[in-house]
């Protein structure tokens, strides 16, 4: 009797996982010569090797990575601050109060493109990390880079020490990074869903109206206005926020650097004036609009996420959607460079552990200050 209640157990549990439950696997390796992907310059294949700084397209890398050198303590190179503070959301206005959903959600039988989310409203803290060099002159306005997804708790060095030593070494100029926590969850119906997956300026103006004037007053820096002078950084959804925040908002950004970036359809609530959320930015946005003066660094894995989610609308492959980005990018004539990571998943984080400085380096290449202009 138990055996054959054991038996009638293991029947239901196998037909529940496999008919009821969404079904998660690990994303398979798409090969760099796969039919529709970009052809790609294919490096020596050692370990250590990034493209070359004065040239745009698509670079194959790995399958090893080695750190970077820059990303260790230089003795002499002097060292940049960091500072603190924390925003309530309660004090603020364009994402007063957050959000967050009950559970994921179910696809809308009525659009396929989106999900039907229930959520309830939150109030949050968002903590905002500053590196500030040591070569900053007090008073002077700064070039700076805004990026994504900061630390909520305490930062780690590597991108601090890895500006030491790129900003001592005159690769890049002396700039303010300013990290930027998201106000938490994911994706659809959260509040970091809501910040980063939005097709708008909205998070472009939220940054430029209540953080950035924080900023200065806690920290004591004057931030430049000059577009040029200003990079947005992010992986994932804090890629796609990257771009989106140079694209509706051109004259606040024109340098951006996203891993893994997530140009897929994620954006929610549903906009009939974006139906594709960011997979709209290769497949009309760029396209069929006038060039902007962006210059973007792209990189994603060849284990990249590919339709972690119940939607089946065949706009979730991470890889395909940073493809189609190259192939868009290079027919309207952009500054881009992009990385296809070789035994890299999502982040590229053993990638980007050797790219990370080339990649800073590269997206300020041809910076001159507006005075000097």
């Not at 008919?19 to 696997?25: K, M």
């Not at 009525?110 to 040591?134: A, C, F, G």
């Not at 900053?136 to 890895?162: N, Q, T, W």
């Not at 959320?277 to 946005?285: D, M, P, S």
Request: net charge neutral; aromatic share 10%; hydrophobic share 35%.
């Amino acid at each position: 009797m138990f055996q054959q209640r054991m038996t009638v157990l293991i029947a239901f549990l196998t037909f529940f996982f496999l008919f009821s439950a969404p079904a998660f696997s690990a994303p398979p390796t798409r090969p760099f010569d796969a039919p529709g992907a970009p052809e790609f310059v294919q490096l020596d294949g050692k370990s250590g090797v990034n493209p070359p700084l004065d040239a745009d397209g698509n670079f194959l890398i790995g399958p090893e990575y080695t750190p970077a050198p820059e990303r260790k303590v230089i003795q002499g190179v002097p060292q940049g601050k960091l500072q603190q503070f924390t925003m309530d959301s309660k004090n603020g206005k364009l994402f007063n109060p957050g959000i967050a959903r009950n559970v994921f959600g179910r696809v809308d039988p009525e659009n396929p493109k989106t999900l039907i989310v229930e959520t309830h409203e939150i109030d949050y803290r968002r903590q905002i990390t500053v590196y500030i060099p040591d070569q900053y002159v007090p008073g002077s306005e700064a070039p700076f880079m805004v990026c994504h997804d900061g630390p909520k708790g305490r930062p780690g060095m590597a991108l601090p020490r890895i500006l030491d030593n790129l900003i001592a070494q005159k690769r890049v100029p002396a700039m303010i990074v300013i990290m930027v926590a998201n106000g938490g969850g994911d994706a659809q119906g959260h509040e970091r869903g809501k910040e980063y997956d939005t097709m708008s300026g909205l998070f472009a103006e939220y940054i430029e109206t209540e953080v950035l004037p924080l900023v200065e007053k806690h920290c004591e820096v004057r931030l430049t206005s000059d577009p040029d002078g200003r990079a947005t950084m992010g992986s994932s959804s804090g890629g796609s926020a990257a771009l989106i925040m140079a694209w509706y908002r051109t004259d606040l950004y024109h340098r951006v650097l996203t891993t893994s970036g997530t140009f897929v359809n994620q954006q929610w609530p549903f906009n009939p004036a974006t139906p594709d959320g960011a997979w709209g930015f290769h497949n009309k946005l760029i396209p069929e609009s006038p060039k902007k003066p962006v210059r973007l660094f792209m990189a994603v894995g060849d284990r990249d996420n590919f339709n972690p989610n119940v939607m089946r609308d065949g706009m979730h492959d991470w890889v395909e959607a940073n493809h189609c980005m190259a192939r868009v990018l290079e027919a309207r004539g952009y500054h881009y460079q992009y990385l296809f990571c070789q035994n890299s998943g999502h982040g590229v984080g053993n990638a980007k552990s050797q790219f990370l400085p080339h990649a800073i380096e590269w997206v300020w290449k041809g910076y001159t200050p507006a005075q000097t202009r």
